[in-house]
């Protein structure tokens, strides 16, 4: 990202001009859809022993703007935290088994994440007016540094370090109740981010900005950002 702003930054210089800037905030909801978590675990309605649980992320952050127009440097930082309830995962099998699966615990699972995005800005109304509209169309990448863990409980049958240990041949919904957990699994240590967006940005008097905004963030997304403009 570093990299990406002294270019930006570099090619801005020697243009000449003042080059136009923006910081804001911004927030976005991110979902898993169920389509895709229906590829690896079984609904309720499939035999599983309860109904899967929802998966989706809130994300919180700052970001900077260098926009040379029509182009536009986005350099963020922000915090994405993973929004799961408790629940019990079926992953799928053939022949289905709906014994086997995994109680997860959600205990903070999240990220901090850095990233860049370019994009490029097309004008929908007069830049004449006090306020005008833009399209954003852009993508970038980003890392993260994952915080927080998972509590796993397996099923009985699957656990195979001691045969007499809790809940032997009880499911993994038992045993979340009476058994300390097998695992703590977390994120990976670094989460890759990719970034693909297309936003509608409200600019007014050229001091300020709202964008509405949604598409990929390693995940299906959408968002509001809002900031000024200098």
């Not at 978590?37 to 809130?58: C, I, K, M, S, V």
């Not at 099998?93 to 709906?98: A, G, L, R």
């Not at 086997?100 to 830049?127: I, P, R």
Request: proline residues 6%.
């Amino acid at each position: 990202m570093l990299a990406l702003f002294v270019l930006a930054s570099t090619l801005a210089a020697q243009a000449g001009d003042r080059v136009p800037m923006s910081a804001g905030l911004r927030s976005r909801s991110l979902t898993v859809p169920d389509g895709i978590l229906n590829t690896w675990y079984f609904t309720a309605d499939e035999g599983a022993l309860q109904e899967r649980p929802h998966l989706g992320a809130r994300v919180y952050g700052v970001e900077f703007s260098l926009e040379p127009a029509p182009t536009v440097y986005t350099f963020y930082l922000e915090y994405l935290g993973v929004r799961a309830e408790d629940g019990y995962w079926d992953d799928r099998d053939s022949p289905p088994v709906h014994d086997d699966g995994d109680w997860l615990a959600n205990d903070g699972l999240g990220a901090v994440v850095l990233g860049a995005n370019f994009g490029h800005e097309v004008t929908l109304s007069s830049q004449d007016k006090t306020a005008w509209l833009g399209l954003l169309v852009g993508g970038g990448l980003g890392a993260g540094l994952s915080v927080g863990r998972a509590e796993q409980w397996k099923a009985g049958p699957a656990v195979t370090t001691d045969p007499a240990r809790c809940g032997a041949l009880e499911t993994a919904i038992d045993r979340k109740d009476h058994c300390d957990p097998d695992e703590n699994p977390g994120l990976w240590p670094v989460v890759p981010m990719v970034d693909i967006s297309v936003a509608l940005r409200l600019h007014v008097a050229d001091r300020a900005y709202l964008r509405l905004e949604g598409g990929l963030h390693d995940t299906l997304y959408g968002g509001l950002a809002a900031g000024g403009s200098f």
